[in-house]
């Protein structure tokens, strides 16, 4: 009898993704559907990576080197310096979006078996891309009454075995919002040095910071070997289909390995380097509309969701998520039900529920994930809806 692998058993369900028949559902009754489940922005992708593209003039559509184009790479080198980042274009691979950053991390770096430590809640897919690697997820708990900040040290320590070798942060935080500072990050890098783990940083939302400036991992000093850096321009420039990222760091010997699986998937994608070059281009005030326009749409959320009883959101210092706690008996339950039995005037919302972010069973069952990527009037829109499903959703808790 022919039977899929146990890595195929085991490959977790997108908890973004996974209600998405409940909605196309949804949507074929009429009513309408407000997204707040996932990170897809809004914003329109610039016109110069767009043109760029369009204007591109050869023959052939060759493969690019491994390690991305060199052009791009340099102007790589030419971003990060902007942001405090002093790295060579030697130290840059380009990968098919950060997803792939993320999964060369693993393969790279750790055996099957080995662990990785990620505080929760995180971003889910770092379950899919641990199961692909057959790393094993320790995850250790931050809490909503505080925000989400980074756990104690002593957390840390009393997860740590043998078989750990690396330590996941995402700053400013998916699905959480919350922005890690200098001193946290000071602190990852004492454990680091202390159990020679690596620390893998995914720093998606760079741009996106409301609550103080963004350190960078690849700014900590005296822990070059260990640092690795996976970056994306999905939500930087509004371009989640270009699927260009990049794996980041000064540690050569990784690098090697790392460029070893680059090969074996040939190249990243061709045209997506193009767009992505072009956008280096941009002007260095390019982000602060983006950014004036999240924080505006994440003030209108928070201020709408506490408003309501029962209900508490921390207000995020960055990204375009924010993590609510609402009073219900399941969130997986309750988002089907939004879209599977309720609306308000033709309307209904959908958010992703918080169990899917979390690795250890159990927790997040009151919390949802919303995703501030739609414009103000239809996020107060959405939380009218919320506020009516709330009322009167069967297995609301007291």
């Given at each position: 009898?022919?039977?899929?692998?146990?890595?195929?058993?085991?490959?977790?369900?997108s908890p973004?993704?996974?209600?998405v028949?409940?909605?196309e559902?949804?949507?074929?009754?009429?009513?309408?559907?407000?997204?707040?489940?996932?990170?897809?922005?809004?914003i329109?992708?610039p016109?110069?990576?767009?043109?760029?593209?369009r204007?591109?003039?050869?023959?052939?559509?060759?493969?690019?080197?491994?390690?991305?184009n060199?052009?791009?790479r340099?102007?790589?080198v030419?971003?990060?310096?902007?942001v405090g980042?002093?790295?060579?274009?030697?130290?840059?691979?380009?990968t098919?979006?950060?997803?792939?950053?993320i999964?060369?991390?693993?393969?790279a770096?750790?055996?099957?078996?080995?662990e990785?430590?990620i505080?929760?809640?995180?971003?889910?897919?770092?379950?899919g891309f641990?199961?692909?690697?057959?790393?094993?997820?320790?995850?250790?708990?931050?809490?909503?009454?505080?925000g989400?900040?980074?756990?104690?040290?002593?957390?840390f320590e009393?997860?740590?075995?043998?078989?750990?070798?690396?330590?996941?942060?995402?700053?400013?935080?998916?699905?959480?919002?919350?922005?890690y500072?200098?001193?946290?990050?000071?602190?990852?890098?004492?454990?680091?040095?202390?159990?020679n783990?690596?620390?893998?940083?995914?720093?998606?939302?760079?741009?996106?910071?409301?609550?103080?400036?963004?350190?960078?991992?690849?700014?900590?000093?005296?822990?070059?070997?260990?640092?690795?850096?996976?970056?994306?321009?999905?939500?930087r420039?509004?371009?989640?289909g270009?699927?260009?990222?990049?794996?980041?760091?000064?540690n050569q010997?990784l690098?090697?390995a790392?460029?070893?699986?680059?090969q074996?998937?040939?190249?990243?994608?061709?045209?997506?380097?193009?767009?992505?070059?072009?956008?280096?281009?941009l002007?260095?005030?390019?982000?602060?509309?983006t950014?004036?326009?999240?924080?505006?749409?994440?003030?209108?959320?928070?201020?709408?969701?506490?408003?309501m009883?029962?209900?508490?959101?921390?207000?995020?210092?960055?990204?375009?998520?924010?993590?609510?706690k609402?009073?219900?008996d399941?969130?997986?339950?309750?988002?089907?039900?939004?879209l599977e039995?309720?609306s308000?005037e033709?309307?209904?919302?959908?958010l992703?529920?918080?169990?899917g972010?979390?690795?250890?069973?159990?927790?997040?069952?009151?919390?949802?994930?919303?995703?501030?990527?739609?414009?103000?009037?239809?996020?107060?829109?959405?939380?009218?809806?919320?506020?009516?499903a709330?009322?009167a959703?069967?297995?609301?808790?007291?």
């Amino acid at each position: 009898m022919l039977t899929i692998s146990k890595r195929g058993q085991a490959m977790p369900p997108s908890p973004i993704r996974k209600l998405v028949p409940y909605a196309e559902a949804a949507k074929k009754k009429g009513t309408k559907v407000y997204h707040l489940n996932i990170g897809q922005p809004d914003i329109e992708t610039p016109k110069a990576m767009l043109d760029a593209v369009r204007h591109a003039d050869f023959k052939v559509l060759e493969y690019s080197h491994s390690a991305g184009n060199e052009s791009y790479r340099r102007k790589l080198v030419e971003y990060y310096h902007k942001v405090g980042i002093t790295v060579n274009h030697n130290q840059i691979i380009v990968t098919t979006g950060g997803s792939e950053a993320i999964l060369f991390g693993f393969m790279a770096c750790l055996d099957p078996g080995d662990e990785v430590i990620i505080p929760e809640p995180f971003y889910a897919n770092y379950n899919g891309f641990a199961v692909s690697a057959g790393v094993i997820v320790k995850p250790i708990t931050s809490h909503i009454d505080n925000g989400f900040a980074l756990p104690p040290i002593e957390e840390f320590e009393k997860a740590i075995t043998p078989k750990t070798k690396a330590i996941v942060v995402c700053n400013p935080n998916n699905p959480t919002g919350y922005l890690y500072s200098r001193e946290e990050m000071e602190v990852l890098k004492q454990i680091i040095q202390k159990h020679n783990l690596f620390l893998f940083a995914d720093e998606a939302y760079r741009e996106f910071c409301y609550a103080g400036e963004h350190f960078s991992a690849m700014q900590l000093e005296g822990v070059d070997n260990h640092v690795v850096l996976m970056d994306t321009i999905s939500k930087r420039y509004s371009a989640c289909g270009a699927r260009i990222g990049a794996f980041v760091t000064r540690n050569q010997e990784l690098l090697d390995a790392a460029m070893k699986f680059a090969q074996a998937r040939l190249s990243p994608p061709g045209f997506a380097q193009i767009a992505a070059e072009a956008a280096i281009d941009l002007p260095d005030n390019y982000f602060d509309a983006t950014k004036a326009e999240y924080q505006k749409r994440r003030d209108v959320l928070v201020s709408r969701l506490n408003a309501m009883p029962g209900v508490f959101c921390p207000n995020p210092g960055g990204a375009f998520y924010a993590m609510a706690k609402l009073p219900i008996d399941d969130a997986d339950r309750f988002c089907q039900w939004l879209l599977e039995s309720f609306s308000y005037e033709g309307q209904t919302v959908m958010l992703a529920p918080a169990t899917g972010f979390y690795g250890t069973p159990g927790l997040g069952k009151q919390e949802v994930r919303l995703a501030y990527v739609l414009n103000a009037e239809a996020i107060n829109a959405a939380m009218d809806v919320l506020e009516k499903a709330l009322e009167a959703y069967p297995g609301k808790l007291a």
